[in-house]
Nanobody, 123 residues
Framework: QDQFAESGGGLVQPGGSLRLSCVAS????????IGWSRQAPGKEREGVAC????????YYRPSVQGRFTISRDNVKNTVYLQMDSLEPEDTAVYYC????????????????WGQGTQVTVSS
């Protein structure tokens, strides 16, 4: 069974940047679709971004489009989420996992998320 270890979260001021990393273990990511979700206190989990396994097509939720960038390094079995121009509304715990990814349309998941990494955007 795949396991995911997220890192890179922290406290950042509005307008700042963070780069999240997610190392997968148990099996190689190879050409599987991967993605990030987030969950804020008292709110439902929401899909943030995903990347298809073949061709690298991506999906971003509208509120992060143009500010977040998902990438992958299959050699390192690692997924990244570069987050720029962060806003207080981005505050949440961020998770990664293999997902169903439909580029430019949306993403779905089965729930095999890691422990997550906390991102707090506040002045």
């Amino acid at each position: 069974q795949d396991q995911f270890a997220e890192s890179g979260g922290g406290l950042v001021q509005p307008g700042g940047s963070l780069r999240l990393s997610c190392v997968a273990s148990g099996s190689t990511l190879d050409d599987r679709a991967i993605g990030w979700s987030r969950q804020a206190p008292g709110k439902e989990r929401e899909g943030v971004a995903c990347m298809s396994g073949r061709g690298g097509g991506t999906y971003y939720r509208p509120s992060v489009q143009g500010r977040f960038t998902i990438s992958r390094d299959n050699v390192k079995n690692t997924v990244y989420l570069q987050m720029d121009s962060l806003e207080p509304e981005d505050t949440a715990v961020y998770y990664c996992a293999t997902v169903d990814c439909w580029p430019d349309i949306g993403m779905g998941w089965q729930g095999d998320w890691g422990q997550g990494t906390q991102v707090t955007v506040s002045s």
